[in-house]
């Protein structure tokens, strides 16, 4: 197996080969699903593992240490000291989850395929002791379950303040830790201001603050400090605003040199904070298992971890937002070098090859028909889109293909509408098609409440589909559609996203390949639709951004060439009835290469406007489109304008889905792209106004 480590006076992380570990008496084997980089503290181990000689040596603490053993064991126990040899790297991280792979002796709690976190380190498989994990509840991420032991860090930091509902709480450095114990704060009801130098760790939070000088408030309950430090700053400037007899809790790295005179006339209270809570350090407890009695002890590191998992578990706490970047294991050496950027990531998620894990890939067959094979297409839907948009393009796309069947749910629309356009309904219900040996492909253009199930009901039919946006409106939905396309021998799914596919979409791409962008404004100006509409009903149509607005987001991806990493929503609120605009909708979103997406989607405008408006910014150029028909670009000098007079791409979308199906191209997308983008509009839907970024993975 590999493991992350950092050897002594060698700055650079490696991956080590060494063998899987075996769990011995109450310990537990695990494979490592996900892990967390805390970048404060993993720069401290990488730092401490380079100190020279020298530096360790003009340690007050070590030269004391070097007296005592001199004068214990003599020189040559020093020289040792100093000098070691056969030096073990030291390994990296703390932060985990996983799955049970197998037990020692004498574990009762765990069993072979439980899911946990543990402060195992980054590496493919852990043994950790069972004291040491906590079961991760079936309802809770796993990415997100691996921030538990740092969640531990915060919470028992923030226990030791003894603060509850309606305190005052200042913390002191806006890292990870930091972050987690505003979050914590938050939930238990106290008033929280956070304090960093740094813009980023602030972002747009208005309780934030660079110094102490700028907080709103003169005196609070306690205050929490989570900076690392070589300054003592961190505590003078904590009893300036520490109210009388308040606690300075301290979490983070920092020089202890307090001032009597303050410390003595408020009579303030210091403490600092020992990792995960009691226990941690102490052999009786993590090696031999000996739990501390409940009664007086109530909160043990352990008790802790299942404390924030059951935070996590019923949304009152979130890891939204906190996801720096995701990477694969094999490329974790590679983030450290980010940490020495000015913009230093707050924390990093490392995904581990899991193999029972769909990992799936559309796949071109070798074999291709001749040019003049027809695709046997079934319609399922016969509502208004299928009737004035797909099937007059089906027929006009007659060379291509041949339209077989058209089913609906009422059924009286489909025979309508096949009569309509001289179809013969070989095939007039759902199951007909999906049973039919001879259908090639599936159109799914219902109502968006059954999208994920037919699609799964064609992909376990062997059937290529093609589904109408969103391809599903809540997330068990993506994750059913992902477990049978991992069973199936060659799925094929395909998007209606027809903006990508415009001419006017073409061509801005084309240019982007020499001039990449990094920021989108996308404005839709749309119909308003009764409130009773069945796009509105959140349990028919998911909502108007997961039906619509949700191409904005695609763009992006097919623009940036890079998921969407993050996204928030907002509307405005009328405060004094509180009724939500929901009509009015701003959505952001943030890419993983770093660019962004403001999507605007209104339905309260002027009739005169653009339905649709997009302008697209990077590199010194700019795009402004109308309705993906006129177009004007600003490139370097020039100021240029253009005219497309295919719309929207509805057509080449369908001709692009064709050729797909024939294995003449790959498919266009990706399920990665596929899967995050329909998240991402699920997301923006479900927590609009949450105020939060919602993080896709």
């Not at 969640?151 to 830790?177: C, D, M, Y």
Request: net charge negative; with cysteine; hydrophobic share 35%.
């Amino acid at each position: 197996m590999k493991q992350l480590v950092v050897e002594i006076n060698n700055p650079e992380p490696i991956l080590w080969d060494t063998p899987i570990p075996k769990p011995g008496p109450g310990e537990i084997l695990i494979k490592n699903h996900y892990s967390v980089v805390s970048t404060g503290t993993e720069i401290a181990t990488i730092e401490s593992s380079n100190k020279s000689v020298t530096d360790k040596l003009q340690d007050s603490t070590n030269i004391q240490k070097g007296l005592e053993l001199l004068e214990k064991e003599g020189v040559r126990a020093v020289w040792n000291a100093v000098f070691p040899k056969n030096i073990s790297p030291i390994q990296l991280g703390y932060s985990s989850s996983g799955k049970v792979i197998e037990v020692g002796r004498d574990v009762k709690n765990f069993h072979v395929g439980d899911m946990v976190v543990s402060n195992g380190n980054h590496a493919e498989y852990v043994v950790v002791n069972q004291k040491l994990c906590s079961r991760i509840p079936e309802e809770t991420n796993p990415k997100d379950a691996a921030y538990t032991v740092l969640g531990s860090i915060a919470l028992h930091g923030l226990r030791l303040s003894e603060t509850s509902l309606g305190s005052k709480i200042v913390v002191v450095g806006l890292g990870i830790l930091g972050q987690l114990v505003c979050r914590l704060a938050e939930a238990q009801g106290s008033e929280v201001f956070g304090i960093d130098p740094d813009v980023t760790r602030r972002k747009d939070n208005k309780n934030f603050f660079p110094s102490i000088d700028d907080l709103p408030v003169d005196e609070v309950d306690s205050i929490i400090i989570t900076a690392a430090s070589n300054s003592n700053e961190p505590i003078e400037a904590a009893t300036k605003i520490a109210r009388n007899k308040s606690k300075i809790v301290v979490v983070g790295d920092i020089p202890l040199n307090i001032s009597r005179n303050e410390f003595y006339y408020k009579e303030l209270e210091l403490v600092v904070s020992k990792s995960y809570g009691p226990g941690r350090y102490d052999k009786q407890y993590e090696v031999l298992g000996n739990d501390y009695p409940i009664e007086y002890v109530r909160w043990t590191e352990n008790r802790n971890f299942e404390a924030f998992l059951k935070l996590l578990s019923q949304g009152q706490i979130s890891i939204q937002g906190l996801i720096t970047s995701e990477i694969d294991f094999e490329e974790s050496p590679e983030v450290y070098n980010s940490f020495n950027s000015e913009e230093k990531p707050l924390s990093v998620l490392i995904r581990y090859d899991v193999k029972t894990e769909p990992k799936i890939q559309f796949e071109k067959n070798d074999v291709v028909p001749e040019n003049n094979q027809k695709i046997k297409v079934g319609v399922i839907g016969a509502g208004n889109f299928a009737s004035t948009t797909i099937i007059p393009l089906l027929k006009e796309l007659r060379k291509s293909c041949q339209v077989l069947g058209i089913a609906s749910s009422g059924g009286l629309s489909s025979e309508t509408l096949a009569k309509n356009f001289k179809i013969k309904n070989k095939y007039s219900t759902e199951d007909e098609i999906f049973e039919s040996d001879e259908i090639d492909a599936v159109f799914v253009l219902t109502q968006h409440f059954n999208h994920a199930d037919l699609v799964i009901k064609a992909i376990n039919a062997g059937k290529a589909v093609y589904v109408e946006k969103p391809l599903a409106i809540d997330v068990d939905s993506i994750t059913r559609i992902e477990e049978a396309m991992y069973n199936a021998e060659d799925p094929k799914i395909f998007l209606g996203f027809n903006r990508r596919f415009s001419d006017a979409s073409q061509f801005i791409k084309e240019k982007l390949n020499t001039y990449p962008a990094n920021a989108i404004n996308f404005r839709f100006s749309v119909p308003k639709l009764e409130r009773d509409h069945w796009t509105n009903i959140k349990e028919i149509g998911g909502g108007r951004i997961v039906g619509e607005a949700i191409h904005a987001i695609d763009l992006g991806t097919y623009f940036f060439e890079s998921l969407p990493q993050s996204i928030s929503s907002y509307s405005p609120i009328n405060k004094d009835s509180g009724e939500v605009y929901d009509n009015q909708v701003f959505i952001n979103i943030n890419y993983a290469n770093g660019s962004h997406a403001a999507i605007q989607y209104f339905s309260d405008t002027n009739d005169n406007l653009s339905k649709e408006r997009l302008e697209i910014h990077g590199n010194d150029n700019s795009f402004i489109v109308e309705d993906f028909q006129l177009m004007r670009y600003l490139i370097g000098p020039d100021d240029k304008s253009k005219v497309f007079s295919d719309g929207k791409g509805h057509k080449q979308t369908i001709e692009t889905f064709f050729s797909y199906v024939n294995n003449e191209i790959p498919n266009p997308f990706t399920w990665l792209e596929i899967k995050s983008v329909s998240l991402a509009g699920i997301y923006a839907q479900n927590y609009l106004n949450s105020g939060s970024q919602k993080s896709i993975f």
